[in-house]
């Protein structure tokens, strides 16, 4: 005669039941913990980035001369000797780091929100010229930027592009802002480090996925074997 349980639907199975039961627990588990994985990398990475914009922003204000930026005007369009110093200043910066797209040195005007760019070097080659004026209105974190150091929590659209970017103030001998310091990071960066931190995430699960289906293989063979002598 045939054997009973080889009439039962797979279904219908008890070991089946229990390696669907036990398999899906740890499957549900293993992406929840895949997409805190995930999701902690990319903050992690992106603190990171963070961490090393306002480093390169803090280091750069601290070495501008506020006395030879007063000697040139506001407005001034022709480079003078201290904008070639710091363009190559910033362009030397720039290569040592390979994430950071633009640095460039914003001075106030007398509107509220309205800026010029004194320096600005970019890799791609876009940067404004000098004098060039920049509204800043919307950018309340830029604006922070002349009193304290400060960074983007989230990439931004401007004329430039997308990107992240951090802000340190350039201060003069007795303390008062006159410029700051930019850098930008553009957000095809960030999207590249997301699609790292997420195929090393898939790999990692895809693994953990492949020992899940050996260990149900497993339970399920040790479950049927006594199922079947009884």
Do not use: C
């Amino acid at each position: 005669d045939a054997d009973p349980i080889d009439r039962l639907r797979a279904w219908q199975r008890f070991h089946f039941r229990l390696t669907a039961l036990y398999g899906g627990a740890v499957l549900l588990s293993l992406t929840l913990i895949a997409a805190i994985f995930y999701h902690y990398s990319v903050d992690s990475e992106i603190g990171h980035l963070q961490r090393r914009l306002l480093t390169t922003v803090s280091g750069l204000a601290a070495s501008v001369n506020a006395e030879r930026l007063a000697e040139v005007p506001l407005d001034a369009q022709q480079p003078s000797p201290y904008y070639e110093a710091l363009l190559a200043r910033f362009a030397a910066t720039a290569q040592t780091d390979n994430d950071v797209q633009s640095i460039y040195l914003l001075r106030p005007t007398d509107q509220s929100g309205q800026l010029r760019f004194f320096v600005d070097y970019a890799k791609d080659g876009t940067q404004a010229k000098p004098g060039e004026a920049y509204d800043a209105r919307e950018l309340p974190v830029l604006l922070r930027g002349f009193n304290e150091v400060a960074v983007e929590d989230e990439p931004f659209q401007d004329e430039f592009g997308l990107t992240l970017s951090g802000y340190a103030p350039v201060r003069d001998a007795a303390g008062r802002s006159v410029a700051l310091v930019g850098a930008d990071v553009q957000a095809s960066r960030i999207e590249v480090m997301k699609r790292d931190v997420l195929q090393l995430t898939l790999m990692v699960f895809g693994v953990a996925v492949v020992l899940l289906g050996i260990s149900s293989f497993a339970v399920a063979h040790s479950v049927r074997e006594p199922l079947t002598r009884i």
